[in-house]
């Protein structure tokens, strides 16, 4: 615990959000999109890589059984989150929150080029409704990552020309939700997306191409800029935003001089490249806060060996403070985290890490750091995209062998304790 900032007296603002996130086809169940061929199509292969992947990390031993099953890869019926929102709002509100990120799923509203599904329109319209009438701020977050599969096929976000697409989507938005909203963010972590989609080739389409990831960012900067200008005409109140992904990125050996210019450098590029080119087209800056990565000059990421996570991610959730600090000095806009969390099944970690979490904010907050909400991810276990089922982030457990039992882990209980404290 940062003991110096353990008692300060920072109020969070009567207004505060105090959420927690999710996204459609992390949760929803029966979706048909591009991920969901994908996941078909690859879960075999990624059962048979499971031991490469993941036997270097401390939770191999607990975790290989279902790392090497292919039914870890599949989405399918996900935590039934489309039939059982209801449910999932009243834990919402037994853990004392006020708003809730969703993602509405593009591939489900338009599963044909052009064709709206009423039955979905009318889903996501009650969906919406029942957390405005439990007094709970919803946050809908229109692109999280999955597509139609007929916009994948025409290249998706790699061709300019596939951008009005996405525009109508988010024109079908307002005019069917608009009324029932305050805050729409447009896109989830585009950097991640260009990344491990068109680079890495982790991710579908599976591309290894640094030029075709270049204009898959561009493309969603212009996506995102017309979205906004689009969203305002019609709802001129409406508060619109991004969720990035932002590091804390620090320099290995601090005066080092190469570390601090391949730290200069990746801040950049990860960091401040697509919020920049946003920025005049934002009322809030969002972002989610994972990682805090140490660099050396020749660009390795050299980090503490503990503690880490389930899924082996250094943790630092005190990262967050300095993080906070220079996005507040580069933007001067109201800020919220979309997103922070901990793959911890045992439940050990995420107690400690909200705490630090919460400590974090109210010192950058003392700072005058303007901040007006955090959403914890996730609020229920979800599928975690190319790792599947394992790893569990949820405040909330679900027992998919057993009936989608949810069951409000211990730290989530200790949270909601805080917050009415807090709030
Ligand atoms: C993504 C989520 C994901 C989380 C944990 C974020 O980058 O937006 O979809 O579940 O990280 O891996």
Redesign the pocket.
Known sequence: MQEDAKNLKVEFPKDFLWGAST?GH?VEGGNRDQWTVWELAHAEELAKMAEKRYSHIPSWPDIKKQAQDPRNYISGKGVEHYQRYKEDFALVKKLNLNAFRFGIEWARLEPEEGKWDETVIEHYRQYISELRKMDIEPVLNAW??SEPIWFAEKGGFKKRKNIKYFIRFIDKICQEYGHLLRYIITL??PN?FATFGYILGAWPPQERNVLDASWVYWHLVIAHRQAYKLIKRQHPEMQVGV?S?LANIQAKRPHNIFDEIATKIMRYLWNWWFPRRIRKQQDFIGF?Y?FTDYYTGVFKRKNPKIPLND?GWYMEPEGLYPLLLRVWARYRKPIIIT?N?V?DSKDEYRRWWIEETIVAMQRAMSEGVKLKGYFH??LLD?F??A?GWW?K?GLVAVDREHGMKRTIRDSAKWYAERIKKLS
């Open positions: 996204s992390q999280h990552w989830n972590e991640n969720a992904q989610n994972y899924l997103e969390g793959a991810w996730s979800n975690e995209w790792d790893p982030f």
